[in-house]
Structure formats: C-alpha cells, structure tokens
C-alpha cells in the first residue's frame, strides 16, 4: 500500500510538554460605546480563550509568567489597569496569579510613550510627504525597539520548561527566541469578530441608495 501524500500530521499538544512555552491570545477589547452584538462576540471569544488556556494547562502544566502589552508595570497595579481595559481578559490572568503566575513588568514606560506619541501623530493624518516620511520613520524605529525589549524581557524570564501567556494586539511582529514554542490562541469567536467587523466596515462605507432628491 502506497503512503500517502500530501498529508501532515500535527504532533499531538503533549509533545510540547518539555521547553519553554509562550501562549500569544490577541486582545480584543469592545470599548464603552461598542454595540450589544460586537460586545456580545468579545465575551464569547474571551470565554473560548479562558477554556483554550485551561485546555493547555492541563496538558502542558499551569502557567507561569503573565505578560500584557501596555502594562510597564507588574503586580496589582497591572492587573487594575487591565481591569479597567477588559474585566474578561483580567478575570483570565487574576485566577493565574492567584494561584501563583507572576505578572511580569512587559514593557518599558519610555519606549511605550515614544510608540503611542508617534502613533498619534500618524493618526491626525498628516498632509506634507515629508513629515509623513519622518514620523512614520521615527514611528518603526520606536515599534522595532520597543518590540525588540518585550521580546527580551520574555527571554529573561519565562524559564526552562515553562509556560507564559502573551496578550498582545496582533500584527506586533515581535521576534521570539527560537527556543520558545508559540501557541496562538484562536478560537472560532476570533473569526466571528472578524467577519463581524469586516461586514459593519462595508455596510458603514456603502452609498446609501433608494434615496431621491427632494
């Protein structure tokens, strides 16, 4: 019997349980004024994260480092500005921590306020070509080192063997060392927030029609 082709198999969870490894959930936030369906969608996908996790934690051991972008602080203090963020997503590291995850410093207040400022800056929409150039050169310069220290605080301090969760926003394009093992969090609801938020985009963007002149 010929094998076949074309076929790859996945190695089983299980295989993951040696090494160091780092579980990346995208943060999706539905903000103050965000409508019932998208806020509705944000607590699904924040209920498949929180049994994702504890999936992988029975399998591969519970979690010990807890980072969160935007956070250049650790302990309580972290945890009650992600509170005021996401009560869901705090609800997830707050159980961690309680049973002796430790929340890490994940970033440096310097080049986290050198990013958000520039970004600003890009946000206002800026006319002149040149000053475009600069500040959106400033801008990468700023995300490349800010990228390159939370990548190395992870470095320094997820351990041999153990398992640290990432919330960050996606499309941070941080490099990761090459010994730790990424899991992506991405529950079926991240799909539905997607297309969600792709249709909401059209429907806001299409002419309206049917309309005539008065």
Same mark, same amino acid.
């Given at each position: 019997?010929? +094998?076949?082709?074309?076929?790859?198999?996945?190695?089983? *969870?299980?295989? &993951?349980?040696?090494?160091?490894?780092?579980?990346? *959930?995208?943060?999706?936030?539905?903000?103050?004024?965000?409508?019932?369906?998208? *806020?509705?969608?944000?607590?699904?996908?924040?209920?498949?994260?929180?049994?994702?996790?504890?999936?992988l934690?029975?399998?591969?051991?519970?979690?010990?480092?807890?980072?969160?972008?935007?956070?250049?602080?650790?302990?309580?203090?972290?945890l009650?500005?992600?509170?005021?963020?996401?009560?869901?997503?705090?609800?997830?590291?707050?159980?961690?921590?309680?049973?002796?995850?430790?929340?890490?410093?994940?970033?440096?207040?310097?080049?986290?306020?050198e990013?958000?400022d520039?970004?600003?800056?890009? /946000?206002?929409?800026?006319?002149?070509? +040149?000053? &475009?150039?600069?500040?959106?050169?400033?801008?990468?310069? /700023?995300?490349?080192?800010?990228? +390159?220290?939370? /990548?190395?605080?992870?470095? +320094?301090?997820?351990?041999?063997?153990?398992?640290?969760?990432? &919330?960050?926003?996606?499309?941070?394009?941080i490099?990761?060392?090459?010994?730790?093992?990424?899991?992506?969090?991405?529950?079926? /609801?991240?799909?539905?927030?997607?297309?969600?938020?792709?249709?909401?985009?059209?429907?806001?963007?299409?002419?309206?029609?049917?309309?005539s002149?008065?």
């Amino acid at each position: 019997m010929s +094998e076949e082709l074309g076929k790859i198999e996945k190695p089983p *969870v299980e295989d &993951f349980k040696s090494g160091r490894k780092l579980y990346f *959930v995208p943060l999706i936030y539905p903000g103050k004024d965000a409508e019932d369906e998208f *806020v509705e969608r944000c607590d699904n996908y924040w209920e498949q994260v929180s049994d994702h996790i504890k999936d992988l934690e029975l399998k591969l051991g519970n979690v010990k480092n807890i980072y969160h972008e935007f956070m250049p602080m650790g302990d309580e203090e972290a945890l009650n500005n992600i509170e005021h963020l996401n009560k869901k997503s705090c609800q997830i590291i707050r159980s961690r921590v309680d049973n002796g995850a430790m929340m890490e410093v994940t970033e440096a207040e310097d080049l986290l306020t050198e990013f958000m400022d520039w970004s600003r800056c890009l /946000a206002i929409g800026l006319q002149n070509r +040149e000053v &475009f150039a600069k500040v959106y050169g400033f801008f990468q310069e /700023a995300s490349k080192n800010r990228n +390159e220290h939370i /990548a190395r605080k992870i470095d +320094e301090t997820l351990g041999q063997d153990e398992s640290g969760i990432l &919330f960050m926003r996606e499309g941070h394009q941080i490099q990761f060392s090459s010994d730790i093992e990424i899991f992506y969090i991405s529950p079926p /609801a991240l799909d539905e927030i997607k297309r969600w938020l792709r249709s909401k985009e059209t429907a806001d963007s299409a002419p309206e029609t049917g309309k005539s002149d008065q």
